[in-house]
C-alpha cells in the first residue's frame, strides 16, 4: 500500500496500472492480490494470475502489456517485447485464456510453456500443486 502509493507520487506507476503492482504475501500460494506484474529484465514483465478475477480480465490485461495503454493524464506505458503469465491450480485456466487470447489476435506468439508440481505448504501438510507458465513474445 504505502510502497505503492510513494511509487505514483513519484511518478513510476501510473493509478491505472496499480492492479498491476500489488504485493505478494508470504507465498505464491497464498497471494491474495488480484494480480502482480513485475518486469524482471526491460522489456520482459512477469503476470501472476490468480481466481480472484475472471479471466476475461487478465484477456484484456495481457492485451494491454502488449497494445500499450495511455492514462487519462495523457500518460503513456509503451508495450513490453515479453509476458511470463503463470498461475496456480485453479487458476491455470485463466493463465491459458489470456495467453491463447493474444495468440489468436496475433498480437503475440506462445515460445514456450512449462509446468511444474512444486510442493506447497499448508498448516504444516506439504503438498504438491500444479502450476504452468507461459512465455510470449510481441510480434
Known amino acids: 500500500g504505502l510502497k505503492l502509493f510513494a511509487l505514483r507520487q513519484a511518478g513510476v506507476v501510473p493509478r491505472e496500472s496499480a492492479h498491476f503492482t500489488r504485493r505478494v504475501r508470504e507465498s505464491y500460494r497464498n497471494m491474495t492480490a488480484e494480480?502482480?506484474?513485475?518486469?524482471?529484465?526491460?522489456?520482459?514483465?512477469?503476470?501472476?494470475?490468480?481466481?480472484?478475477?475472471?479471466?476475461?480480465?487478465?484477456?484484456?490485461?495481457?492485451?494491454?502489456?502488449?497494445?500499450?495503454?495511455e492514462s487519462e493524464s495523457g500518460e503513456k506505458k509503451e508495450p513490453v517485447n515479453?509476458?511470463?503469465i503463470s498461475g496456480l491450480g485453479e487458476a491455470?485456466?485463466?493463465?491459458?485464456?489470456?495467453a491463447t487470447a493474444l495468440e489468436t489476435?496475433?498480437?503475440?506468439?506462445?515460445?514456450?510453456?512449462?509446468?511444474?508440481?512444486?510442493?506447497?505448504?499448508?498448516?504444516?501438510?506439504?503438498?504438491?500443486?500444479?502450476?504452468?507458465?507461459?512465455?510470449l513474445v510481441r510480434k
Open 35 to 69: 494480480e502482480e506484474t513485475k518486469e524482471t529484465k526491460p522489456g520482459v514483465v512477469d503476470m501472476k494470475v490468480t481466481t480472484k478475477k475472471p479471466p476475461t480480465f487478465y484477456v484484456r490485461s495481457a492485451k494491454s502489456f502488449f497494445t500499450g495503454v
Open 82 to 84: 515479453e509476458l511470463n
Open 92 to 98: 491455470i485456466n485463466a493463465a491459458v485464456a489470456a
Open 105 to 135: 489476435e496475433g498480437l503475440g506468439k506462445i515460445t514456450k510453456v512449462e509446468t511444474s508440481y512444486p510442493g506447497m505448504t499448508t498448516n504444516g501438510a506439504e503438498r504438491g500443486c500444479p502450476r504452468i507458465l507461459i512465455h
